[in-house]
């Protein structure tokens, strides 16, 4: 169940990656590419500009219980950005920046390591479906048929 969810997580982030590099070739214009995915109180969606992938929350600040008490705080370094702004209109904005060569770079991860992972097999077990092989002299795989290669004897040499 691990490994199946393992998977389908790697398949996710593999389509997040290949988004985001197609969002970073095609953010490379001078126009701001803007979508609003809920149009509803809070309203949330992404833009991309000027060599940035930005979300953004917009929110009533009367549905914030206490509006007054949290400043307005802006913090970048590079291209990574957070803002938290308050407007006169009543209402408060919460945006998240980075490169889009930083949301690649992340969801690269998981199919990184799941193609490691399929690379290697483990030594006495079946190529094919991954069963014991252990005590087994017959040279093919109990569970699913496959011819297994006999492991070759140790050559190393030893010393008296």
Same mark, same amino acid.
């Given at each position: 169940?691990?490994?199946r969810? +393992?998977a389908?997580?790697s398949?996710i ?6 988004g985001?590099a ?5 953010g490379?214009? $001078?126009r701001m590419?803007?979508?609003t995915?809920?149009?509803h %109180?809070p309203?949330?969606? +992404?833009c991309l500009?000027d060599?940035?992938?930005t979300?953004?929350?917009?929110s009533? &600040?009367?549905?914030?219980a206490n509006? $007054?008490?949290v %400043? %307005?705080v802006?913090?970048g370094v590079g !291209?990574f950005?957070?803002?938290?702004d308050? $407007?006169h209109s009543?209402?408060?904005?919460w945006n998240?920046?980075?490169p889009?060569? +930083? ?15 399929r !690379? ?5 077990r079946?190529? &094919?479906c ?5 005590g087994?002299t017959?040279?093919?795989?109990p569970?699913?048929g496959?011819?297994?290669p006999k492991?070759?004897? %140790?050559?190393?040499p030893r010393?008296a």
């Open positions: 169940m691990r490994r969810l +393992f389908v997580a398949a982030s593999l389509l997040l990656c290949v985001s197609g969002l970073w070739v095609w490379r214009t $001078d590419h803007y979508w995915l809920r149009a %109180d309203t949330w969606g +992404f500009y060599g940035k992938i979300c953004w929350v917009q009533e &600040a009367s549905l914030i509006p $007054d008490a %400043d %307005d802006s913090i !291209k950005w957070y803002l938290r308050s $407007d009543n209402s408060r904005v998240v920046s980075v889009p060569w +930083f949301l690649v770079c992340v969801s690269a991860v998981l199919p990184v390591l799941w193609i490691l992972r !690379k290697r097999k483990p030594p006495g079946c190529p &094919a991954g069963y014991s092989l252990t087994n017959s040279g093919t795989c569970e699913c496959t011819p297994v492991e070759p004897a %140790d050559k190393s010393s």
